[in-house]
């Protein structure tokens, strides 16, 4: 019984101390709230959100290089495949014509393929117009140049690359007579000066016969390739008329061509003649 008196007095003494440092405790956290209020707030900028490392951008692939005509060594390239044509309408032949003509055309061919030019350098109307008319929507395989190989070595096909480049056309148109000597219509006529990257005729080409069994007009698309050299290495109908085709080729082979001058030296070339046959008027 003295026991538990004693424990209870114990109690009693030391239930004021510990409210005591009760009320002491919550008295500094109030103050220590004030403060912190009265004090202004630290403003977040962007240094406290910047990443740590930088963002990385993509690499903009580079665009791809027009061929050069450097003179530097390391920069020479070559045509080493000229153009070739895909496809495209043949010229109409005009039905009002009464003689027949020669149309010389200096197409220009982009990387891709398409005829961003036209122009003619020898005309004779109405034939310029309708072959200008047609040139213009063809589609050609664009001729490909390469790195010059040093002396000895094959070309490296890794630098092979489209390559914009020009093409001749002739139109041939045989008047509408069994006589060739009729001064009927305008004459052939020089019209401007062709570049040093087309390949230029030194000869006209013959004017063809018409086949005695035909009944009707025609025309016919041959092509010519040529060596550096300017010589006709082959020659090929593209687009047939029988019977009109044995003709055609005689006469486009007939032609002599002046090479094309391309990156500072001869090139190879292609050269389209579309021949026209004229029913002739009895």
Not at 117 to 134: I, K, L, N, W, Y
Not at 160 to 167: F, G, L, N, P, T
Request: contains cysteine.
């Amino acid at each position: 019984m003295r026991s538990t008196l004693l424990v209870l007095c114990a109690a009693l003494t030391c239930t004021p101390l510990v409210h005591a440092q009760s009320l002491g405790q919550a008295a500094a956290a109030e103050a220590a709230r004030r403060k912190a209020i009265q004090a202004p707030a630290r403003v977040i900028t962007a240094d406290d959100i910047k990443p740590a490392d930088p963002v990385s951008h993509p690499t903009e692939v580079p665009p791809f290089p027009e061929s050069s005509t450097s003179t530097d060594p390391a920069g020479r390239r070559l045509v080493v495949a000229p153009a070739k044509l895909q496809g495209g309408a043949l010229p109409m032949i005009p039905v009002m014509a009464i003689a027949g003509g020669e149309v010389f055309l200096e197409v220009d061919v982009t990387r891709d393929g398409g005829v961003s030019g036209v122009s003619a350098f020898r005309s004779t109307p109405p034939f310029t117009e309708s072959m200008t008319a047609a040139v213009r929507g063809w589609r050609f395989t664009p001729a490909q140049d390469a790195a010059v190989p040093e002396a000895g070595k094959p070309i490296d096909q890794a630098t092979k690359r489209a390559a914009a480049s020009k093409v001749l056309v002739v139109g041939v148109f045989r008047p509408p007579s069994l006589f060739m000597g009729s001064n009927a219509g305008e004459a052939p006529k020089n019209s401007a000066t062709p570049s040093a990257g087309v390949p230029v005729p030194s000869s006209s080409p013959a004017m063809p016969e018409y086949p005695p069994q035909a009944l009707f007009n025609g025309v016919v698309l041959v092509e010519l390739s040529l060596s550096p050299d300017g010589s006709v290495a082959a020659a090929k109908v593209v687009r047939g008329a029988a019977p009109f085709d044995a003709l055609a080729l005689k006469s486009a082979r007939s032609m002599s061509f002046r090479p094309p001058r391309v990156h500072g030296q001869n090139a190879p070339a292609s050269v389209y003649v579309a021949v026209g046959f004229r029913q002739p008027v009895q």
